[in-house]
């Protein structure tokens, strides 16, 4: 924005804000409201030009303008995204106000991308943009949630079901690493490795796919790339908006267990001696309850000729379905733009939030004695016992192993996550020369965490003889970067060239302590006073550090707004690489044509749009944590002569070749609008080698001695392959009616190409919680998609006597035990007769989403959806092993007097990985359903109102699923430890997924 | 203008500087110079016992297969996990949790040896103040694999730290003969080297090296050997300071452990744990249910002997006290054991192990997990009933084997005033052979020798066949002397191949 005028300016700090006083001189003034033709809404942020001269403004929240003008013939031009442009002669009125036509053809959105934006006609690589209005569609604690189903070959994917406060993984174009992390690279506002603002604030999400779109961001960006920009303000008087929305939850399933009188037969018929306990419990009962959210967000924005602002204040407050889970957040956000003078701009950009959670035990990774979560001891636990026992005391299992009850465990155990995250970012961008730009961003981000943990005495098993334990926990993260980069665009005859080239160096440290006593005097102190507790455990402090420092660069050619080339190239440097990798180069190019803008086309009625792009290039994935390529030595416990010793075991060997994975990318895609981009269709596909891939070698013996002996080594090769389809129609499109189809489809084939050898797999670590003692669930397997199950394929009862052909029992079997294919033909089962049991990579997913409006009305239907991938379930495994409560199925078990069962005898029986719980996880659920009604505007402006909006929605209402467990988005084990990236298709103990009712109330004045 | 220029450079320069990227991992132990002074040496040890001393290994996943592949100890509770029952019902298969538990544990106990003794090396200190310390080194790595040639035979077998995975990942298995011929080696070396008498029992001294020797060539049916280092220790047991302890149930009170002079070697718990390490298992597994003695919550009533250890046990034994439970305390009050399951289902009529249970000392964990027990791995009360046996098959009938052996029965005695068990005298050398294992059962009941016993004297068509204390007619000797090597571990290394046979 220029200004021709002078300006005096006086800036002022204060509280983080900024305030522009700005005297302005005389002339004549237009002022006047833009608004849509199509649906009479006003239009914020319209270019407005005087025709000939660089004075120019844009429209306020509201639509309105206001320009000075020395003439009446003055000629202005209103120009707006997606509209086509209106020039208007002044005359004598000072008040001007204009429709715009909705240009249907208009494809020039601005797209961002790393490090500069880029018209979305110039993308050459693979991008997907999610608007804010998909962002807040329905409320989501963490925007990621919000982006499921709404981007081709975008895993959304929940830690933790629908447990308040859980982490979301979002992954772009399946796995492609084995032991790191497949999660996409987050930059928010040009900070790298942000945490993601409120669902509010955003402005736009942008997801890069491709190479080309994402080698900039050199060895993080193999994963894909999501840019997330903020919302800023705009000049105009301030604008608040207020949104506010209030939700009841409820569990979407349950288990069907068996009662108490039906438990005491089950059990009776595993141990003699059993007797029934005087209960009679509905455990699931107990521990769900209707669950609510209220979120409000209030926003003020606006501007001047020289400054922007958008300031938001946030709070977020949810009660689980689970009793005593929660989640609490504030937040707040700003965003400052001054135009310093015509050449320099500062920004600042600042974000804080504080966040309170408390956990209950979920998704145990052992549920032996005295632990596991409560949700799968809900499941297992005595229904003939009550809460209490005759004394008083919490009652614990009767069966298997000792577990207190979950009622107990949820109402007493106390597990509270404080957080609170600050990013502050400044930066500065001066124009050298004209085209030449250098802009330098300084950003420093913090989070703090504190986790306190107690168990207090009265839950028997898991702290009775301790007399209580607590834990407090501290993570202290910082994290510094600096971006400093030359953008320089020029016009060069009939194409123009755009040039980047910056430099970055980001540190990031973390120190982490915990301690603990045990031993309290009361339970009343919980974890606040450590010091109370007879046994102090041992302490722990660990610091980790890291730095990226990076050269980058990019090229982009456009000839004739048809042909358009761009090379990225990325150098980065990091501390974590081992001693003979420090640096990894990361190239990439791309080619697009724009078909349509070709004379043969050009003035196509049908084809408005058609454009080919091809990619090639070659990212990173760092998948390296600080120190893990050297060789380390453990300290432990240990004792001699009644004294505790130093003490040191070897850790790990170390690995000086130990590089970065890359991934080789090649891209196809296709974009094409029809009528006047009525309808637009994207087509994708996509090759990526990923090579390097960086995994724990479990193929080191054990007997190498090492604690670790898995230490990370470059081993094999993964391949995915993928097909994306974007598909938008406008159906209808009248003045009162309009009716709109998002389509989103992707499949991606997953296959490893290579790792020791044919015949050789890699055996990952456990899955299965850790009292199974499974030692081996899943595995990798040459030619076979990532983390196929691995386990004994089950036949069925074995009826006594000779054995079926081709199966056999394990050793010592009667009638009524099970019965399992026998791979080798030994006639008995053995670990050699294992083989894959179940895939747990969907074949294809996809998200569909219509919007109608009539009027005032909207409707959108929103289904999302994932087709094939298996799902193996430890918590059905354990519910059928004795030694719990079982699921009604135990009804149909086999005896002697009911053989034609697939169920085996009520029997203790280890829970081996086998084909019995393997279930097809194929979904498609309705994700949200919403009703919403915008307040006329004669109304609203009555009300001193510029918009007012109700709706009315709800989530997750119906799920169409063959998965008996109950729910089919499944994620046990998929975070936390190295290999979370296979652990896919498992579970056990997951939070429950939530359906809800939402009502939520917008207005803006 | 120039101003804001330079308020850029100040901005942005000071960020620029260069990095060499090189990681100084503050938190991490380096294993590189790590070896400065004999101390340090100490430390890898050290790492080795507090690795003896976990879940994994002492804990229960190594020794609670002893105690139930015995002929004493059975399963209680039914409910209980099958890779337990397996291993009482000779039903392992060749991915036994158990074994796969412990198998790397007990390997890297050998690492910790292994890094000491190569550690010290590098220091080149003179070997009179190196050995005496490294020595133990020597001694932990022939205990751990005295464990593993008798449960597995042949296996894999390194006397230095790994440091090329690839060889080592394609080894083949040592044969046991020359696993034994280093055992051997290594302690000879130990009893060379390490002192007289050590500040614990934790600590291995010159005696416990040649007790050990002694307890190897037993195994190998090397008898001569067996009782010349059995005699060296009873020779000079006023210069090792060792005495059996005048009241046998010391043995087995925690809070007594430690003032008492007959462990040769032990591993030690102070009642603390941190996460699987010092962490004992063994009062819980082998305790009863419900039982209020001693305060520690009960036990899990897993391991229990059979009925006919209490039956064939004579009531006048005082060892038969000390070493089984037949009453616990429920609601309050006394009962006994054929009462126990009425208190929980999962109890059995039986009495009960109580060597473990009976006295945790102070303890930091339920049912008796963070014990303050120092299990003793070689009490010097074996190493006489060791040279007993080994004298008998060398000079059958000597009144000095006789002596040996009621040194043992008169400790026995002196705990009730009771006259059994009688002192011996007069039996020919199968009778004595045979009163010798008799002797050692009773004596070192529950203390995971029996199922050695058994195996070394080949005993187990009989004392799990008709008429044994514990029937197992699922028991195979072509199989069952042996372990499986883990599945996974064969997976690894195919050249781990054969399978022991049977698997």
């Known amino acids: 924005m220029k200004k021709t005028k002078q300006l005096k300016q006086t800036l002022f700090l204060l509280l983080g804000f900024c305030f522009v006083l700005s005297i302005h001189a005389q002339e004549k003034t ?119 189903g709404r981007a081709a070959g975008v895993a959304v994917q929940s830690n933790n079901g629908g447990e308040p406060g859980t982490p979301i993984n979002v992954t772009i174009r399946g796995n492609t690493s084995i032991n790191a992390s497949s999660a996409a690279l987050v930059v928010v506002d040009g900070f790298v490795g942000a945490t993601y603002p409120q669902p509010g604030d955003i402005e736009s999400v942008e997801v890069l796919k491709d190479a080309s779109a994402t080698a900039i961001y050199g060895s993080r960006g193999a994963n894909g790339v999501i840019l997330v920009t903020t919302k800023k303000g705009r000049k105009g008087k301030m604008t608040v908006e207020l949104n506010s929305n209030y939700a009841i939850q409820t569990t979407s399933n349950r288990l069907d267990l068996l009662d108490a009188s039906q438990f005491a037969d089950y059990t009776s018929a595993i141990n003699s ?70 050449k320099l ?87 050298i020369i004209e085209g030449l730009t250098f802009k330098s961003t300084f950003g420093f981000s913090s989070r703090n965490q504190t986790r306190g943990q107690f168990t207090p005495s009265t839950l028997i098993t898991s702290a009775g003889d301790q007399g209580g334990i607590a834990g407090i926990a501290n993570l202290k993260n910082t994290n510094l970067l600096s971006e400093n980069y030359f953008t320089y665009t020029r016009e060069i005859g009939n194409g123009s060239l755009t040039l980047l080239a910056g430099y970055s160096y980001q540190k990031d440290k973390t120190f982490t302590n915990s301690a603990g006593a045990e031993g309290f005097v009361t339970n009343g102190v919980s974890y606040n006073a450590l010091d109370t507790g007879s046994t102090p455990l041992i302490p722990e402090s660990f610091l980790s550090e890291f730095e990226i420092q990076s050269q980058y660069g990019r090229i982009n050619y456009d000839y004739d707004d048809k042909y358009l080339i761009t090379f990225t190239a990325r150098r980065d440097g990091a501390s974590n690489f081992a001693k003979n990798n420090k640096y990894a180069f990361f190239p990439s190019g791309a080619l697009g044509w724009k078909v349509s803008n070709e004379n043969f086309l050009k003035d196509n009625e049908t084809i408005s749009n058609l454009k080919l792009r091809a ?31 130093n003490a040191v075991v070897s850790g790990r060997p170390a690995n000086p070749n130990l590089k970065w994975e890359s991934s080789y990318q090649t891209n196809f895609g296709i974009d094409l609008g029809l009528w006047q981009n009525r309808a637009s269709l994207s087509v994708d596909i996509y090759n990526i080698d990923t090579k390097d891939l960086i995994v724990g070698n479990s193929n080191t013996p054990e007997y190498t001695g090492f604690l670790n002996p898995n230490f990370l080594d470059n081993i094999g090769e993964i391949n995915n392959k993928g097909l994306e389809i974007t598909l938008s129609t406008r159906n209808i499109s009248t003045e009162d009616f309009t009716w709109s189809t998002d389509l989103n489809w992707s499949r991606n084939r997953n296959t490893v190409e290579k790792l020791f050898g044919s015949d050789v797999d890699l055996f990952l670590p456990s899955a299965a919680p850790g009292h199974f003692l499974q030692d081996e669930t899943h595995i990798l397997r040459e030619g076979e998609a990532l983390g196929q199950f ?46 894959i049991i179940g895939d747990p990579n969907q074949d294809w997913t996809f998200g569909f989403n219509n919007t109608f409006k009539y009027k005032n009305f909207d409707l959108g239907i929103f289904f999302q959806g994932a087709v094939g991938g298996d799902i193996y379930s430890f918590t059905l495994s354990e519910l059928a092993s004795g030694g719990s409560n079982a699921t009604t199925e135990a009804l149909n078990a086999w005896s002697p007097s009911n053989t034609d069962t697939n169920v085996p005898s009520p029997a203790t029986r280890e829970k081996r990985m086998n084909s019995r719980f393997v279930f097809d996880g194929t979904y498609v659920r309705l994700k949200n359903l919403v009703l919403g009604y915008n307040l006329p505007q004669n109304i609203t402006e009555k009300l001193g109102m510029d918009n007012v909006r109700f709706s009315l929605s709800g989530q997750n209402l119906l799920t169409f699923t063959d998965y008996p467990g109950t729910d089919p988005e499944v994620s046990y084990r998929a975070s936390g430890s190295q290999n979370a990236n296979v652990n896919q298709g498992f579970d056990y103990g997951n939070y429950p997924n939530i359906e809800s009712v939402t009502f939520s109330v917008n207005l803006k004045f | 203008m120039k101003n804001i220029k330079y308020l850029f450079l100040l901005l942005v320069l000071p960020i620029i500087g260069c990095s060499d990227l090189e990681e100084e991992p503050v938190s991490v132990l380096s294993p590189d110079g790590f070896f400065q002074s004999i101390q340090d040496v100490q430390t890898a040890i050290n790492g080795s016992y507090g690795n003896m001393a976990t879940e994994a290994f002492w804990g229960r996943k190594f020794s609670l297969p002893l105690l139930l592949r015995s002929d004493m100890v059975g399963i209680g509770d039914q409910g209980t996990a099958g890779r337990r029952k397996d291993h009482d019902n000779f039903a392992v298969s060749d991915d036994n949790g158990m074994i796969t538990a412990f198998w790397p544990r007990t390997y890297q106990i050998i690492a910790g040896a292994n890094e000491a003794i190569a550690g010290a090396a ?107 280092e059995a005699k060296f ?64 919550g009960g036990g899990w009533s897993v391991a229990v002997p059979s009925i006919e250890v209490y039956n064939r046990w004579d009531g006048r034994d005082y060892r038969k006290a000390v070493s089984l439970d037949t009453t616990g305390v429920f609601n309050g009050a006394v009962d006994e054991f054929m009462n126990f399951p009425t208190y929980d289902a999962r109890n059995i009529q039986s009495a009960y192990i109580a060597k473990y ?147």
């Open chain 2, 122 to 228: 590098s220091l080149g200190d003179p070997e009179e103040r190196l050995n005496p310390v490294v020595a133990q080194a020597y001694f932990v790595r022939a205990y751990t694999y005295f464990h593993l040639v008798r449960l597995f035979g042949d296996l894999p077998y390194f006397d230095s730290p790994v440091q090329d995975i690839t060889a080592a990942s394609q080894i083949s298995k040592t044969p046991a003969a020359e696993v034994y011929a280093n055992i051997i080696s290594d302690l000879e070396f130990a009893k060379q080297w390490l002192p007289d008498t050590q500040p614990s029992s934790a600590l291995p001294s010159k005696a416990t090296a040649a007790g050990y020797l002694a307890l190897v060539h037993l195994t190998m049916n090397n008898f001569p050997d067996a009782y010349s």
């Open chain 1, 615 to 645: 990619s090639y290039g070659v990212t990173g994935n760092p998948s390296i944590t600080p120190y893990n390529s050297l060789a380390t030595l453990q300290s432990i416990y240990a004792v001699t002569g009644d004294q505790t010793v």
């Open chain 2, 233 to 296: 220790v009873i020779d000079n047991e006023g210069r090792f300071g060792l005495e059996l302890a005048a009241d046998f149930q010391d043995l087995f009170d925690a809070t007594k452990q430690s003032g008492l002079n007959e462990a040769l070697f032990t591993i030690d718990h102070n009642g603390f744990r941190s996460g699987n390490y010092g962490q004992d298992y063994m009062p819980a597994l082998t305790g009863i249910r419900g039982n209020q003695f001693g305060d520690i």
């Open chain 2, 357 to 503: 249970a009976r006295f945790t000392g102070q303890t930091s964990n339920g049912n008796g997990r963070g014990s303050e027990h120092n299990y003793a791995q070689l009490r010097y009360a074996e190493v006489l009933l060791i040279a007993a046996e080994a004298l008998n098959e060398v000079t059958p009938g000597t009144t000095e084997a006789d002596g040996y052996v009621n040194r043992v029965r008169a400790r026995a005695r002196n705990g009730n005033g009771s006259s059994f068990p009688a002192d011996v005298s007069g039996l020919n050398q199968d009778d004595f052979r045979d009163m010798v294992l008799e002797e050692r059962r009773w004596e070192l009941a529950f203390e995971f020798k029996r199922w050695y016993d058994i195996k070394r004297r080949q005993l187990g068509d009989q004392v799990f066949g008709v008429g044994g204390f514990e029937e197992r007619p699922n028991f195979t000797a072509s199989r069952d002397y042996l372990y499986p090597l883990p599945n996974d571990e064969l997976q690894r290394n195919p050249n781990l191949e054969p399978q022991n046979t049977g698997y």
């Open chain 1, 790 to 835: 691995f386990g004994w394929e089950y036949r069925g009862v074995y009826q006594g006597g000779t054995l079926p052909q081709g199966t056999a029992t394990f050793s010592g079997a009667v009638a009524g035990d099970e019965l399992f294919t026998d791979v080798d033909n030994s006639g008995e089962i053995n670990s050699s007769d294992r083989k």
């Open chain 1, 345 to 431: 701009k500062l920004g600042f950009n600042g974000f804080g939030s504080r966040s309170t959670k408390n956990g209950v035990s979920t998704q145990a990774v052992s549920g032996g004695r005295g632990s596991g979560d409560v949700i799968s001891i809900a499941y297992r636990f005595a229904p003939d016992l009550g809460v209490l026992d005759d004394n008083g005391n919490n009652t614990f299992n009767s069966v298997g192993d000792d577990i207190d009850n979950p009622f107990a465990v949820a109402s007493e155990r106390v597990d509270e996550t404080f957080e609170d995250i600050y990013r502050a970012n400044f930066y500065g961008e001066y124009e």
């Open chain 1, 273 to 342: 001696s059993y007797t029934q306990g005087p209960a009679n419990t509905d455990w699931q009962d107990l521990i769900y309850t209707t669950g609510h959210t209220t979120n409000h967000q209030l926003s003020f924005s606006g501007g001047s000729d020289n400054i922007n602002y958008y300031v938001s204040g946030n709070y977020f407050d949810q009660d689980g379905v689970v009793i005593n889970s929660g989640f609490e957040r504030f937040s707040f956000l700003s965003n400052i733009d001054a135009q310093i003078n015509d």
């Open chain 1, 30 to 148: 237009i002022t006047g409201t833009v608004t849509s033709k199509t649906d009479g809404l006003t239009l914020p942020g319209v270019n407005v030009i005087v025709k000939g001269t660089s004075n120019g403004t844009s429209t306020d929240f509201d639509g309105k303008y206001s320009i000075n003008v020395t003439e009446e013939s003055a000629v202005l031009v209103f120009s707006y995204v997606g509209f086509k442009s209106l020039e208007i002669t002044v005359g004598s009125p000072n008040q001007v106000n204009v429709q715009l036509d909705e240009d249907l053809a208009a494809l020039d959105e601005v797209v961002v991308v790393g490090y500069g934006a880029r018209k979305k006609s110039d993308i050459t690589g693979s991008v997907s943009s999610i608007k804010s209005e998909e962002v807040t569609a329905f409320p989501v604690l963490d925007a990621q949630q919000a982006l499921q």
